[in-house]
């Protein structure tokens, strides 16, 4: 894919997998999202008393993003990003929320308030790909056919 086609394919979509670095494994995180159409992604966290998705975040202050979409096994569309992750000061968040229109939310987010623990994180990309799939595989539909 390129650039003008990833920004469509951001553009359009609203979730996707964040994935942030640990001592053995990386942590995974569904999330909605929203976009700028250049830069960057917004994150919404709901926290609770303790969080380890914030806690992650704050530390890793990197991560991994990716957003999918699967039509069928060989029509599929994905955009791997990288970037930078930092929190968003509350007094900063009327300049973004039109950034955040068309990300999804749960009936948990929609319901909670500032004061219930909300965090709102910014990716700043630093790096994308994307790949979409068309049809069959050229080797697998070369060992198909007569």
């Not at 704050?58 to 994905?78: H, K, M, N, P, Q």
């Not at 000061?89 to 300049?95: K, L, R, T, V």
């Not at 929320?97 to 990300?103: K, L, P, R, V, W």
Request: glycine letters at 8%; aromatic letters at 10%; charged letters at 25%.
């Amino acid at each position: 894919m390129d650039d003008e086609e990833i920004r469509e394919f951001l553009a359009t979509h609203s979730t996707g997998v964040l994935g942030l670095p640990t001592t053995d494994v990386p942590y995974l995180l569904p999330l909605s999202y929203g976009f700028d159409d250049g830069a960057c992604l917004y994150f919404t966290y709901l926290l609770g008393e303790s969080s380890q998705k914030a806690e992650l975040t704050e530390r890793a202050g990197r991560g991994r993003f990716l957003v999918y979409e699967i039509d069928t096994t060989f029509e599929w569309e994905s955009v791997m990003l990288a970037g930078d992750i930092d929190s968003v000061p509350e007094d900063e968040w009327p300049d973004i929320t039109a950034m955040t229109q068309n990300a999804w939310r749960p009936n948990t987010l929609q319901t909670a308030t500032t004061s219930g623990g909300v965090a709102l994180y910014e990716f700043e990309i630093t790096d994308l790909t994307g790949i979409k799939q068309t049809g069959l595989a050229p080797d697998f539909r070369e060992n198909i056919e007569p």
